[in-house]
């Protein structure tokens, strides 16, 4: 997969020792970009064996990054790379936007301004575990009601037998019904984060708002059941129409 470790960098016969070495790669991965902020490290097994060194050995490189807040553990999940902003977890339903519009009943309309498969970015191969040459679908999507655009929908789909997906009529289709109903797919969990930003040229032009003004942005990432991520997206939210609430339980 891109992102990979490369166990040629190992080298015996240097002064520093295996996990030390092995702890070098990963933070120059982290620097780089090739493990980007979220990304979820492979199991320690298939590490190891990539690796060609002992568990014990992976383990202490690891450890290293953990203490020095380069790498966190999430419980069940795995093992991801830091962000460096503060991210407290809400526990929230997940649902996308067509379906929430539906069941509030609000009436709107999607347009597809790009659908193509491509090779995705590196920060994004490593995020959706895209091997190396493989594809994605990259789909560019703006949601309007009656008072006008509202968001600007930005996502990648890991296109790994799911063939035909670029031709599907995405104006008239969503994209988790899909991937749920056309290739029986089990969409499970979400990496969900918000912030403030301004406006870009190209999100203001399509939301129709001055540039700099300040808009909600949403970055997701997407998990199958199997633990496997399948979607990684870029939304821009216009706050003065649309606003997002979640319904929590303590």
Known sequence: MLGAVNRGFLDPTLPGTLHEQISDEFRS????????????????????????????????????????????????KGTFVTSTIIEPAIAQKLTSLSEDFTRQGIVS?????????????????????????????????????????????????RAVNLPGIEHVDF?????????????????????????????TEAVAKQLEVPVGSPVQY???VTYLADGHPIEYSDVWIRSDRLRVTSLLSR
């Open 109 to 157: 309309a999607t347009e597809v301004i790009d659908c193509a498969l491509m090779a995705p970015p590196a920060p994004v191969a490593a995020l959706l575990e895209v091997p190396a040459g493989g594809n994605v679908l990259r789909l560019y999507r703006r949601r309007t009601t009656a008072d006008g655009p509202v968001a600007l929908l930005h996502n990648y789909v």
């Open 171 to 199: 104006e008239k289709e969503s994209l988790f019904n899909t991937l749920e109903t056309t290739y029986q797919l089990r969409i499970a969990t979400a990496r969900r984060t918000f912030s403030a930003e301004p406006a």
């Open 29 to 76: 991965r982290i620097a780089s970009g090739a493990w980007p902020p979220r990304y979820r490290l492979p199991s320690e097994p298939d590490l190891a064996a990539e690796l060609s060194v002992g568990r014990g050995t992976l383990r202490r490189a690891l450890q290293t990054l953990l203490e020095e807040g380069l790498l966190r553990r999430v419980p069940g």
């Open 218 to 220: 949403l970055e997701q």
